[in-house]
């Protein structure tokens, strides 16, 4: 049932500062910014946080920078933001693919990449993009600032090594080098939450990752592999399906994403042929 309202509370520190020593003072507090999915939880009563700490207003998580070759993108940047970034449409053009499929309008002005992160739903539809990207996620408390790569960020599902008193303040890419492909499968071509994601990366190394077929992004090494050293697209697949763990759920069957995966591999490898 939904959460009571007289029951709830709400911070609104006026700095990141203030935010962390918060966070630091009661690790209970949850973090949130667009509330694209605190909401929806708050209403159907999957949400059992009481106490909560509003990030929107923080400029010092927003923003696009390059520094170094690094493109460093704020936690709080939404997705029209990353849509209409051209610095974004040039390094990472599957990020853009991925976040002009979250949702609608609405959902993208509100929705964050760092809310995508924190979130650490599997069928997140910016993860697989990070995870082909080798991003890493900047994570920031009063102690301490330490940079996590995204490969070993999540250690299950919907858990993470982030630390009750941490926020994450920036998501961290290096220069991708070859071409970028980014697929999402779902009921509809927007506004539904994807059966099966695929993001990939094809040069002299080959990165492939998928979503909603784990219990967290799933970066396909062996898949990957096979392609890098010439292998046939067949044994690819078969190396695939050894990798993935999906389920059946309301959305789709086990059965449907193992065949659908590997179908968007041989998708990918065509692709950017």
């Known amino acids: 049932m939904p959460a009571r309202v007289d029951e709830l509370s709400l911070e609104r520190p006026r700095s990141l500062k203030a935010a962390l020593s918060l966070l630091a003072s009661d690790p209970q507090v949850m973090p ?5 999915d605190v909401y929806v939880g708050l209403q159907f009563g999957s949400v059992k946080d009481r106490r909560f700490v509003d990030l929107w207003s923080l400029d010092e998580l927003r ?52 809310g995508n992160v924190a979130n650490a739903s599997p069928a997140g539809d910016t993860l697989p993009v ?32 982030r630390k009750p008193d941490e926020l994450i303040v920036a998501i961290e890419f290096p220069a991708v080098e070859g071409r970028q492909w980014w697929r999402k499968v ?21 990165r492939i990752a998928f979503g909603s077929v784990g219990p967290t992004v799933i970066l396909a090494r062996r898949a990957a592999a096979v392609l890098q050293d010439g292998g046939a697209i067949a044994d690819a697949q078969a190396a695939l399906l050894d990798e993935l763990t999906p389920i059946d759920d309301i959305r789709s069957t086990k059965a449907y994403r193992s065949r659908v995966a590997a179908n968007l591999l041989a998708e990918f490898w065509d692709a950017t042929r």
């Open 63 to 114: 923003g696009i920078t390059i520094d170094g070759g690094v493109l460093r993108i704020g936690a709080l940047t939404t997705y029209t933001e990353i849509i209409a970034s051209k610095v974004v449409g040039k390094r990472l053009p599957m990020l853009v693919a991925a976040a002009r499929e979250v949702g609608g309008a609405q959902i993208q002005n509100r929705g964050t990449l760092g």
């Open 32 to 36: 949130l910014a667009g509330c694209t």
């Open 186 to 206: 779902g009921t509809r071509r927007a506004q539904a939450i994807s059966k099966i994601m695929i993001a990939g990366v094809r040069e002299k190394s080959v």
């Open 130 to 161: 990070l995870m082909a990207a080798d991003a890493t996620v900047v994570l920031r408390s009063t102690r301490e600032t330490r940079r996590v790569p995204f490969e070993t960020f999540y250690t299950g599902y919907r858990t993470s090594v």
